[in-house]
């Protein structure tokens, strides 16, 4: 089987490296370390495509450790075991580094274990994991690590691997290549921030390209590329960091009243096919963040994704971009949810007590009440419907948990009220 092509032009140096300057440009904290030949146990942290394994393997192969590889969707405990009992023999006098790839998918009993050989020295560790460490990685391997967070490669540094890319495919079929103005800045644009999946599509759209006459070049057009390449990586795992990110994204877009970033969240979420997560953050934050401002929006978001269920996508976006559009022109208020927040806290905090007389279900009083009756004042058997009466518990009978909004609709409200209730 052939090596793929990221993998025959991994960098064998950090100056041939591409992106995560802030990490391994000239004097950078990571650089230094690794130019040191004196490695501590580190972390890398982030997208799949971004350098990690690569940095890994230049910071291994400049050191005087024998290195071991091993991969958390694979690895066991006896091979952690394996590996320490290998120490001080040999091959391994100058100690042992063990680069282990998708940490995050070591169990905690696993983790342990290699934290002890961490802890008594035998092993140095680089892990690399696509998820947060800190929600991964077991606290007492966190704290004896340094984690740097790689970054998805920006346009310029991509476009720079995927014509080293193209050159090395051109060496090595000895054939000289036509490549069409828009090639590679459509092959930059569609990968998302990754790397690898940049030059794994440049090496499609080769050998997708018609094989050159004698004496001929091989052209690589634009039509090529759009027709074999990946569409628009969008970084999204319902599981991961991604997913959570997209969706606060979404939200705090709708929150901000910015149309245009909403919808650029909600495309992303209804690309990856995520219809639940897209409407749930819609109901939510029509009710959240729009509420008693504009309370008609509850039922008006709520017919619109019955209408993007019932037609499911990809027409679905239609009604999910009027909805998300009207949430983001809507007035906002959040005075119900910091009211129903204000309540529930006092709960958790025991301040509650039994229900007043005059609220309970109608039934005898015992023997022990000496004034029996319930007393209730029915409220619209008096004017404007409304009656001065205890309605909380006694602990708690001056509670406040709603404060009006500033906003058109909950000013009327409280004016209506005010008058009232005075």
């Known amino acids: 089987m052939a090596t793929p092509l990221a993998d025959r032009i991994r960098p064998k140096s950090l100056d041939e490296v591409v992106g995560q300057t802030h990490l391994i440009g000239k004097n950078k904290p990571l650089s230094n370390i690794i130019r ?34 091993l991969n958390g969707t694979s690895a066991s405990t006896a091979d952690i075991k394996a590996i320490a009992a290998s120490v001080n023999s040999i091959d391994t006098r100058g100690g042992i580094l063990l680069y282990l790839d998708e940490i995050q998918y070591f ?13 008594d020295g035998r092993i140095t560790l680089i892990a690399s994991t696509t998820e947060n460490p800190y929600f991964y990685v077991y606290s007492a391997v966190l704290s004896r690590s340094t984690v740097f967070e790689f970054k998805p490669v920006d346009f310029p540094d991509i476009k720079i691997a995927i014509l080293r890319a193209f ?3 051109s060496e090595e079929q000895h054939v000289r290549l036509d490549i069409e103005p828009g090639v590679i800045e459509q092959i930059a644009n569609s990968c998302g921030g990754d790397v690898r999946a940049a030059i794994n599509n440049a090496e499609a759209a080769m050998l997708a390209s018609p094989l050159p006459v004698d004496g001929e070049v091989r052209k690589i057009t634009l039509d090529t590329v759009v027709g074999v390449g990946r569409q628009t990586v969008i970084r999204y795992d319902k599981l991961g960091d991604e997913h959570y990110d997209l969706l606060s994204a979404y939200q705090k877009s709708m929150r901000g009243s910015d149309a245009n970033a909403a919808l650029h969240y909600l495309a992303r979420l209804l690309d990856a096919g995520d219809l639940a997560s897209a409407t749930r953050r819609l109901m939510i934050c029509a009710c959240e963040d729009v509420g008693l401002a504009y309370p008609q929006i509850i039922p008006i978001v709520k ?11 990809p027409e679905a976006q239609i009604p999910l971009a009027d909805a998300v559009i009207l949430v983001c022109n809507a007035p906002k208020s959040n005075s119900g949810a910091l009211a129903i927040e204000a309540a529930m806290a006092d709960l958790k905090h025991g301040n509650t007590g039994p229900v007043p007389r005059q609220l309970q279900n109608k039934h005898y009083d015992g023997a022990e009440v000496a004034v029996k009756g319930q007393f209730y004042k029915y409220p619209h058997a008096y004017e404007n419907h409304w009656v001065k009466q205890q309605y909380l518990p006694d602990k708690i009978k001056n509670a406040q948990y709603y404060t009006y909004g500033d906003n058109k609709n909950e000013q009327v409200a409280k004016e209506y009220w005010s008058k009232i209730k005075k």
Do not use: C, R
Request: proline share 3%; no cysteine.
């Open 36 to 69: 040191s030949g004196d490695l501590p146990n580190l972390i890398f942290y982030g997208p799949s495509g971004t350098g990690k394994t690569t940095v890994a393997e230049i910071a291994a192969s400049m050191t005087d450790k024998k290195i071991f590889k």
């Open 167 to 169: 050159n090395i495919l």
């Open 303 to 313: 017919a619109a994704v019955d209408i993007a269920f019932q037609v499911g996508l």
């Open 107 to 119: 169990n905690k009993k696993q983790q342990q274990i290699l934290l002890q050989y961490i802890e």
